[in-house]
């Protein structure tokens, strides 16, 4: 045994350097399907929301969608559409199959998070609103959804973290993201510990990077409730 | 009835008014009129329905019997000729709300905005002004309330005093001919509420017709035209403030002035 690569005792990161194009490509596909599905989710579970609180004959509906996608595992999900969706005429490429399975999953969690958000608004906000004469829309996008998306940062910024975790169960879809490829890296050299590590370590960094862009953002939407801002 | 009243109609009429949550009846048959530049305040122990009346008056809450008209307009229904009235659209309610401006107990600021947003806001989306033209009439009715120097404050860097008062100009910047206030000081700090009344006095000065709803006898003695005491969703005793608390007629009033004054002694 070598103590080579990163000097860890017992590890030999040496055998990936043939790899790193893979290992590179898996992280894009990764990335670029979870922007995707994130976005997809967040979509999805806002018009769920807005459906159920608004629409009164919507509501059951937004209700079943949310008890199905939350109550049953990503996995099955995911086969049911990949494998099963071609016999009633859905046939999606991996890819596609993943960012709509993702993406539905996903927002069934998103639609209870704004849900959350838009009920914690107090309702005199609106009735201020409705005595100065303000349509029901204006008032959703002036007052309701800038404070809404404030509030729902910090859950939304976790829920999408899970997403990305998520989203390596893709690979039994066969679709060449992240977590595939590093299996296809595991069974040609091999070697398991290096190439998980590698792996974990890439995860760990997509979520660090997300969750240090919502800090970011959360400071900046959530300016006006620091009392000790000094605006003029 | 006040000097005010003598020869323009009511701006506001109330009759037989009736509200239930639920099982509760908690506006049972209330008459109530308001005239032009008269200052109407409702007071009584909570519980009694002035909140819920001043409420039914812009339709926050939907009475179910009798009627509410402002200007003439039946507000909240719309009358179907030959046939019972029915619930009016949403569009229609917005329009018979134009008149009424209002101001909570919890000011109800959007504090995501600015004071003078805050202001100019409706005066955008709803009345169609320009960015320039709203701004220039937010920044006077935040003038007018005392707060020039804090147009650009959020809610949150306010004092409760003046964050009531922005509501107050946000209210008056739509230019309604009648201000209802609903316990607009119980929510302050004691030495804060003076100054929203003081904007509150100058409003009256100005003759525009206000109803009150509020647990400040002083004020209701010095700037009521009228003041009309509620106890279980009826109107116990109504008359000018001098009547009515020098010389109570029901001892129900009687009862609900001398634990006012004790508390306040």
Request: contains cysteine; glycine residues 10%; hydrophobic residues 45%.
């Amino acid at each position: 045994m070598t103590a080579a690569g990163l000097g860890l005792p017992g590890l030999d990161f040496a055998v990936l350097d043939a790899y790193w194009p893979v290992i590179l490509a898996g992280l894009w596909t990764t990335v670029r399907l979870c922007g995707a599905s994130i976005l997809l989710g967040l979509a999805v579970g806002l018009g769920v929301e807005l459906l159920r609180a608004r629409v009164r004959r919507a509501a059951p509906l937004c209700r079943v969608y949310v008890e199905f996608f939350r109550g049953s595992p990503i996995l099955i999900q995911l086969f049911l559409l990949y494998y099963a969706g071609p016999g009633i005429g859905i046939t999606l490429d991996p890819e596609a199959a993943g960012v709509v399975g993702l993406g539905l999953y996903g927002g069934a969690y998103f639609a209870e998070i704004f849900r959350s958000g838009f009920e914690a608004i107090p309702r005199g906000q609106l009735e201020a609103a409705a005595c100065l004469g303000m349509p029901p829309l204006r008032a959703l996008l002036r007052i309701e959804l800038p404070q809404m998306a404030a509030l729902v940062l910090p859950p939304a910024v976790n829920q999408s973290i899970i997403l990305i975790k998520d989203s390596a169960v893709l690979s039994i879809i066969t679709v060449p993201e992240l977590t595939k490829q590093t299996s296809r890296i595991i069974n040609e050299t091999f070697t398991i510990a290096e190439p998980l590590l590698v792996l974990a370590a890439l995860y760990w960094l997509l979520v660090t990077g997300l969750s240090a862009a919502g800090a970011a953002l959360e400071a900046r939407l959530t300016r006006h409730l620091n009392p000790s801002r000094k605006t003029s | 009835m006040s000097k005010k009243a003598a020869s323009l109609p009511p701006i506001i009429e109330i009759r037989k008014l009736r509200k239930r949550f639920g099982g509760t009846e908690v506006l049972r048959g209330i008459d109530l009129r308001v005239y032009p530049s008269e200052v109407v305040c409702l007071i009584g122990p909570s519980g009694s329905g002035k909140s819920t009346l001043l409420r039914c008056i812009n339709v926050l809450e939907t009475y179910d019997e009798g009627e509410v008209r402002v200007n003439g307009e039946l507000m909240g229904y719309e009358e179907v000729f030959g046939r019972d009235r029915r619930r009016a659209s949403p569009a229609r309610l917005r329009e018979s709300r134009r008149d009424l401006g209002m101001v909570f107990q919890q000011f109800n600021l959007w504090p995501h905005m600015s004071a003078q947003d805050n202001v100019t806001e409706a005066l955008v989306s709803v009345r169609g002004k320009s960015r320039a033209q709203a701004e220039a009439l937010g920044t006077a009715m935040l003038e007018k309330v005392g707060l020039a120097d804090k147009l650009d404050s959020y809610p949150a860097n306010l004092s409760g005093g003046q964050q009531q008062r922005v509501a107050i100009a946000r209210a008056l910047a739509m230019e309604p001919s009648i201000m209802l206030f609903d316990e607009p000081t119980s929510a302050l700090d004691p030495e804060l509420v003076g100054d929203v009344l003081e904007v509150m006095r100058s409003l009256a000065a100005e003759g525009m017709t206000m109803v009150v709803v509020t647990h400040e006898m002083g004020f209701a003695a010095e700037v009521a035209d009228r003041v009309y005491f509620l106890e279980g969703g009826q109107v116990v005793e109504e008359g000018p403030p001098a009547e009515l608390f020098n010389a109570p007629k029901s001892p129900r009033l009687g009862a609900f002035l001398s634990g006012w004054n004790r508390r306040n002694a």
